[in-house]
């Protein structure tokens, strides 16, 4: 049975939209595990490998896995999003394309320059709290997860205000609607703070989960399988992240956009919206 839309506009809650996309994942566990499974797999087995295969030392570069995990969250998002926006909707020739669509080139291209960007501002070395906390003496910045995830605030900040303006333009990919940059900053206004708040915050999630690993990387046994199993952990709760972020994009889109997921042909009064009878007194 089909499960019934949750009705939002822009006046909804953050909270509120955030429970209805943990409703969705519970709801879609076998997409996500069977999504999500093969990333921290990849993950962890090339920490592993790297860690301990002298042959694969020359893998050791993060950029470049960055880079690759970039582009892997990038068809992750644009696969939930489709599930997202499809919730409900009616099997027809028009719902089977969208969902066997591969991950548009837009979406790449976005994901690949908002890469470039933070790549940018890492190079900038724009200075962050911790730097600031660290040469004012303050003790508890001697620890250096805590102290790393401090120091990236400033490009956090920087980096999420920038995507909040443009982030309608990864559902509009997913749901092959053609939308220009100017035409999604229009249409993100209204919901544009509750944009900027769920990307920060899962932006510093992740960062957090970052920084904690690498704390537990020096307090668990030295093994080598260690650091791979933190690394796929730490994959996992970046898709789980991005489920809930893409969720929320996805009913904010179809709530502004007023997007509607394909119907069958011979289905009479396509998109037709009915309006509740007043009741009389």
Wanted: some cysteine; charged content about 15%.
């Amino acid at each position: 049975m089909a499960q019934q839309r949750v009705t939002v506009d822009e006046r909804t809650p953050l909270f509120l939209l955030i429970i209805d996309a943990i409703a969705f994942w519970l709801r879609n566990q076998p997409v996500f595990w069977l999504l999500a499974l093969p990333i921290a797999g990849l993950a962890a087995a090339g920490s592993y490998l790297v860690g301990t295969v002298q042959q694969f030392a020359f893998l050791r570069h993060p950029e470049s896995w960055h880079f690759l995990f970039a582009l892997i969250y990038a068809m992750f998002l644009d696969r939930w999003i489709k599930e997202s926006l499809l919730d409900g909707a009616e099997a027809c020739e028009g719902v089977d394309e969208l969902r066997r669509a591969l991950v548009p080139t837009t979406l790449l291209m976005f994901t690949i320059l908002f890469f470039v960007f933070a790549m940018i501002l890492s190079l900038l070395r724009l200075q962050g709290i911790g730097d600031t906390l660290f040469r004012w003496g303050v003790p508890f910045v001697a620890i250096a997860p805590l102290a790393s995830f401090l120091a990236w605030l400033p490009h956090v900040l920087l980096w999420s205000t920038v995507l909040a303006f443009l982030a309608l333009l990864a559902p509009a990919s997913s749901a092959a609607t053609r939308m220009s940059p100017a035409e999604a900053w229009r249409l993100a206004a209204p919901v544009r703070p509750k944009l900027f708040r769920l990307i920060l915050g899962a932006t510093l999630l992740s960062l957090a989960v970052g920084a904690a690993s690498v704390w537990a990387v020096e307090v668990l046994p030295k093994k080598a399988w260690v650091p791979a199993a933190l690394i796929g952990v730490q994959r996992l709760v970046d898709c789980l992240l991005l489920a809930i972020v893409g969720h929320v994009l996805a009913v904010l889109f179809s709530a502004l956009a007023d997007w509607h997921p394909p119907e069958p042909e011979e289905r009479p009064f396509r998109h037709m919206k009915l309006k509740a009878r007043s009741t009389p007194r």
